[in-house]
Nanobody, 124 residues
Framework: QVQLVESGGGSVQAGGSLILSCTYS????????MGWFRQAPGKEREAVAS??????WYPNSMKGRFTISRNNAKNTLYLQMNSLKPEDTAMYYC???????????????????WGQGTQVTVTS
């Protein structure tokens, strides 16, 4: 059974940085497409970044401050977040799927497996 567990969230001042981690179990990590999404109260879930085999994708609004990466040996997905802003406050989720078509990389329903999320709060 595929399981994803996020960690690394917390409270940080504006301008600060955080690294989120997502450890997986139950599948061959390197063969799955994965992504980071976030959801703020009252808002829809939105994509932050996606990663496949040797490639990464970012929505235009996320380019420059967020970096997605993976360590296959540690079965872990990462999200480096820099220059954080109060509007980055949200629950952050990692997601995985055996194969996500490129046009749907930023579409939450394209991912079959989800973690429980980790809260990120950015204070001004």
């Amino acid at each position: 059974q595929v399981q994803l567990v996020e960690s690394g969230g917390g409270s940080v001042q504006a301008g600060g940085s955080l690294i989120l981690s997502c450890t997986y179990s139950g599948y061959t990590y390197s063969s799955y497409d994965m992504g980071w999404f976030r959801q703020a109260p009252g808002k829809e879930r939105e994509a932050v970044a996606s990663i496949g085999t040797g490639k990464t994708w970012y929505p235009n609004s996320m380019k420059g401050r967020f970096t997605i990466s993976r360590n296959n040996a540690k079965n872990t997905l990462y999200l480096q977040m820099n220059s954080l802003k109060p509007e980055d406050t949200a629950m952050y989720y990692c997601a995985a799927d055996p194969l996500v078509p490129t046009p749907r990389r930023f579409d939450p329903p394209a991912y079959q497996y989800w973690g429980q999320g980790t809260q990120v709060t950015v204070t001004s």
